[in-house]
């Protein structure tokens, strides 16, 4: 999951719904159709059913290492061969493992935390005995059970009997075919760039209002500020003929001394700076790659500024595509040019009239 901000600039009679709506992203199902687009999968996943192989069964443990049972247990398995069919009692010192009927196990005993050498594959064939409320489900009590062979790798073909149709609905989950093109695969939007958004959300106050502004609006705030305190003065929407786009100088000689602590590595002076030291996950070169010197960073970091915006004409602009945890694919100078050229290519040339409205965008 990634948070980013959006700056969304409407003219009259537009709504930042509609000139977002065009890069939802599908996860829920509520995209609207206009935008989707059809991703047939049955090519890919016919390759992979006249190639691939699996195993004949799996262990139904939820531990990849298989089923753990004591020493006394994993003893009598070994005193069997491959097609026996016997009882063994199952203890509460097995600690949180059960066994359920019909279902199959590879099990082991281990006495160290390495991955166990030897496992004993099994197969419930009945309970006999459970103080289970489920009588299919045992934790303490008798079982009946019956050795089987290692499970053998086999095409997937094999697996399921030639059957194509029986393979994409249990091992690829497509159930059954999308009624509007008949085939199997999913609707999605090829633009997308977020999939839930709030006006102000993480980024609540970013815009300051003029003294004298008829406009400026306040939408919701994200649970990580919802006990900030912000400013009459600070709104997350107006007209731009409203909104104070002057430098800020506090936040200016911040910046300079944010850049005198993590570029230049000076000393802190106090217990805010060495906050800010701990609170910083980036390098030195990722601030020194993408501004020029203090002063531009510190000037650019102060002016406002997003990840992305939408014009009226609906176009999306973006210093690149962002991704999860925060990750964006711009290059360094990608990010330079859009910082250098944010004010004098989005918020120079707006129309006066127009409304921005700063967005909290998840994808």
Not at 198 to 214: D, M, N, P, Y
Not at 221 to 248: C, G, H, M, Q, Y
Not at 271 to 296: A, G, L, V
């Amino acid at each position: 999951m990634s948070h980013f901000t959006v700056a969304v600039f409407t003219k009259e009679g537009q709504t930042i719904e509609e000139l977002l709506a065009p890069y939802q992203e599908n996860n829920m199902g509520d995209c609207p159709k206009e935008y989707l687009a059809f991703n047939d999968v049955e090519e890919e996943y016919r390759k992979q059913f006249e190639s691939d192989t699996r195993k004949e069964f799996y262990c139904n443990s939820n531990s990849s290492w298989g089923q753990e049972v004591g020493e006394d247990t994993f003893a009598t398995l070994k005193e069997h061969s491959i097609g026996d069919a016997f009882n063994i009692a199952i203890k509460k010192s097995i600690g949180l493992s059960y066994f359920k009927k019909d279902y199959t196990y590879k099990c082991y005993y281990n006495k160290t935390n390495k991955y166990p050498e030897e496992h004993i594959w099994l197969k419930v064939t009945d309970i006999l005995w459970t103080n289970h409320p489920d009588k299919d489900v045992c934790f303490e009590g008798m079982i009946r059970v019956k050795l089987i062979e290692e499970p053998k790798e086999i095409s997937l073909k094999e697996y399921y009997n030639n059957d194509f149709e029986l393979f994409i609905k249990e091992w690829a989950g497509y159930k059954e075919k999308d009624l509007e093109t008949g085939k199997y695969g999913y609707w999605e939007n090829p633009n997308a760039k977020w999939d839930w958004f709030q006006v102000g959300g993480r980024w609540s106050g970013l815009l300051k209002i003029k003294e004298k502004a008829t406009s400026g609006v306040t939408g919701t705030r994200s649970w990580t500020n919802e006990a900030a305190n912000i400013p009459e003065d600070k709104v997350d929407s107006a007209k731009v003929k409203d909104i104070d786009f002057s430098l800020d100088i506090k936040k200016y000689n911040d910046n300079l001394r944010f850049w005198e602590l993590i570029v230049d590595g000076d000393t802190p002076r106090n217990s805010e700076e060495e906050t800010i030291i701990k609170r910083n996950f980036n390098k030195p070169d990722y601030y020194s790659n993408r501004y020029e010197n203090k002063e531009q960073f510190a000037k650019l970091s102060s002016e406002f500024g997003t990840y992305a915006v939408i014009t009226p004409d609906g176009q999306w602009h973006s210093k690149g595509d962002m991704g999860w945890w925060g990750a964006s694919s711009e290059t360094d100078e990608e990010a330079k040019q859009w910082n250098k050229s944010f004010k004098e290519t989005f918020i120079d040339n707006a129309d006066p009239e127009w409304t921005l409205t700063v967005v909290d965008c998840h994808i």
